[in-house]
């Protein structure tokens, strides 16, 4: 069973630009959930996508959004890039039937904004 | 925000010790788990304990814990090199807040086995 798979593994951004991170979940799994990583505020939870919708969001400003496909794939956004951005993007699938299993992640995008 | 914290921040111990974390949390929860992150990788799952268990074994891996006190430890026994990596803690409450999935993360504890 392939893990979840998440592209691109490094990008390097100017401020001001935009970028768009893909995720790709374990087959099966509707529920693809997006974290940022940091140094200084350690991981904290974007938002969370199951069946195209999304059910909840983190304290992000609006210039982090994303989406979901009908094939459970998911995508990331974020617009006017600014330094603080630089971080790692973790992406996670999670199947479904109650809350007694845990989550997969992929392996990241190394988002680094210049 | 970060659900809570974890101690110690940092652990350097010899290969074949044991290793304990420490995490605390703020609110209810359905779940609490913990995960292992090497040099700023993905996160591996390692071990979930839902809200009404106490302890839970796992191989080489005990969780404990104790909503009264919103904390758990984790135990890893008979350390390895392998094991060097970061260990975070991450409560689940997906259900209470209204449905979904959402883990909130602990600060993590940065652990070093030395051969």
């Known amino acids: 069973k392939a893990g979840v798979t998440q592209t691109p593994r490094y990008l390097i951004k100017t401020r001001g630009q935009q970028v768009t991170l893909s995720c790709s979940p374990i087959?099966?799994?509707?529920?693809v959930s997006w974290y940022q990583q940091t140094p200084g505020q350690g991981l904290q939870f974007l938002f969370e996508y199951f069946s195209e919708t999304q059910r909840n969001k983190g304290n992000f400003p609006g210039r982090f959004s994303g989406r979901q496909f009908s094939n459970s794939r998911s995508e990331m956004n974020v617009s006017t890039l600014e330094l603080g951005d630089s971080a790692l993007y973790l992406c996670a699938s999670k199947g479904s039937g109650g809350g007694g299993y845990g989550y997969t992640f992929g392996s990241g995008t190394r988002l680094t904004v210049v | 925000s970060q659900q809570g914290e974890e101690d110690p921040q940092a652990l350097s111990i010899q290969e074949g010790e044991n290793a304990t974390m420490n995490c605390s949390y703020k609110?209810?929860?359905?779940?609490l788990q913990w995960y292992r992150q090497n040099s700023g990788r993905g996160l591996v799952h390692l071990i979930l304990i839902r809200s009404n268990e106490r302890e839970k074994h796992s191989g080489r891996l005990r969780v404990t814990l104790d909503t009264s006190k919103k904390s758990s430890s984790l135990l890893i026994t008979a350390s390895r090199a392998a094991d060097t990596a970061s260990y975070f803690c991450?409560?689940?409450?997906?259900?209470?807040?209204?449905?979904?999935?959402?883990?909130?993360f602990g600060t993590g504890t940065q652990l070093k086995v030395e051969l």
């Open positions: 609110t209810s929860i359905n779940n």
């Open positions: 087959s099966g799994h509707r529920s």
């Open positions: 991450a409560t689940d409450g997906g259900g209470i807040t209204g449905g979904g999935n959402k883990l909130t």
